[in-house]
């Protein structure tokens, strides 16, 4: 296949692309316009593969999106392309509006002009959105699971404006027969995530011997999926899903934030013992501070769809993956330093 993937840079698209490029024979070819999330050193270890390609184009341009579109001919679209810190979306929900809204109706106007175009594709080509559980806002009863079929009731400006892009992606299905996929995920982490995400956030804090916030009495839960387990149900859903059908990815990992940074903490302690002279553990940083607004309490998704009919499962535990992950950042410091000298605007909030 040929794929074009948006937000190719990012953490979880870039996850994507080197799985497709290292485990497939597929080329890809990734648009991204390289904001603040975006970073092509996330695909060092790919971009001279000759089945890479890269594009800079904002989604929102529709123009030079059909444009690409009728160069590369591609088979499938993967759309990742999104702003996604709830922080920053509550500060400045604007951008969120553009990229995440308008920017999927561009990606969905210039496929379906495409399949106008291209009518050789029609019966093999699939524009897959790819979105999070944030959009069904948060859970009450402690053994409820978001499903395929959970209402939507967004809490933020970011979960908002991707549950208007899933709609959009419907709609585009339902009255164009656009041949659509979507998939709703649990929170990600791993390697190259972007440095002001809890988990990283959590680790790089620790490791410059920085106070650990985390948000009011850290006891929001979230289900936790390493990105490469993703990045494999992504590719299974490509090549395998259903035209018209939803599929939940969840890494069956809940845990409080307050456990996360314990957990992380503990990992540390073993790995990079602190200096004495700091703290006697990575623990003592950890610093309870006020809580956001509409801060959901509980995410937990129901994967059972994409186990029985797509085969796929997440092959990481919690503890393995995080593990996996802390050796990656005490490993890779230099590569955050990078991200932090080109953005004056870090943001250093948990999530």
């Not at 996929?181 to 982490?189: F, G, K």
């Not at 809890?198 to 948000?215: D, E, Q, R, T, V």
């Not at 610093?287 to 129901?302: L, M, Q, S, T, V």
Request: aromatic share 10%.
């Amino acid at each position: 296949m040929k794929i074009l993937i948006t937000g190719g840079a990012g953490f979880i698209g870039s996850a994507v692309i080197r799985h497709i490029i290292n485990k497939t024979k597929n080329s890809v070819l990734n648009i991204d316009m390289l904001t603040y999330a975006g970073n092509l050193e996330n695909l060092k270890t790919i971009s001279d593969n000759e089945r890479y390609n890269f594009e800079k184009i904002d989604i929102c341009d529709q123009q030079k999106i059909f444009d690409v579109f009728l160069k590369f001919k591609p088979d499938a679209v993967m759309h990742l392309a999104a702003e996604s810190h709830v922080d920053r979306s509550i500060k400045s929900p604007q951008k969120f509006v553009e990229t995440n809204i308008l920017g999927t109706y561009s990606m969905l106007e210039a496929s379906k002009k495409y399949l106008h175009t291209e009518r050789s594709k029609a019966n093999i080509f699939r524009f897959h959105h790819i979105s999070t559980d944030e959009v069904f806002g948060d859970l009450d009863n402690k053994s409820d699971l978001f499903t395929e079929d959970s209402s939507y009731k967004p809490s933020s400006p970011y979960s908002a404006s991707k549950a208007s892009a899933d709609h959009l992606v419907r709609a585009w299905g339902r009255t164009y027969k656009l041949p659509v996929i979507i998939t709703n995920c649990s929170n990600n982490y791993g390697p190259y995530h972007f440095p002001e995400k809890l988990i990283p956030l959590i680790i790089l804090n620790a490791l410059s011997y920085k106070k650990i916030p985390i948000y009011g009495d850290g006891t929001q839960i979230r289900d936790w999926l390493f990105v490469e387990d993703h990045a494999k149900a992504l590719y299974k859903v490509i090549k395998y899903g259903e035209i018209g059908e939803t599929y939940n990815i969840g890494g069956n990992n809940e845990l409080t934030n307050i456990a996360v940074a314990k957990n992380i903490c503990n990992i540390l302690d073993n790995l990079s013992p602190p200096d004495q002279n700091f703290v006697k553990s990575y623990h003592d940083l950890i610093e309870h501070i006020d809580d956001r607004p509409g801060h959901d309490k509980r995410y937990a998704i129901d994967s059972t769809k994409i186990k029985k009919h797509l085969n796929w499962e997440p092959d990481e535990t919690f503890e393995s993956g995080l593990k996996k992950t802390v050796e990656w950042y005490i490993k890779n410091q230099e590569w955050c330093e990078n991200i932090k000298r080109k953005h004056d605007n870090f943001n250093t909030n948990r999530e």
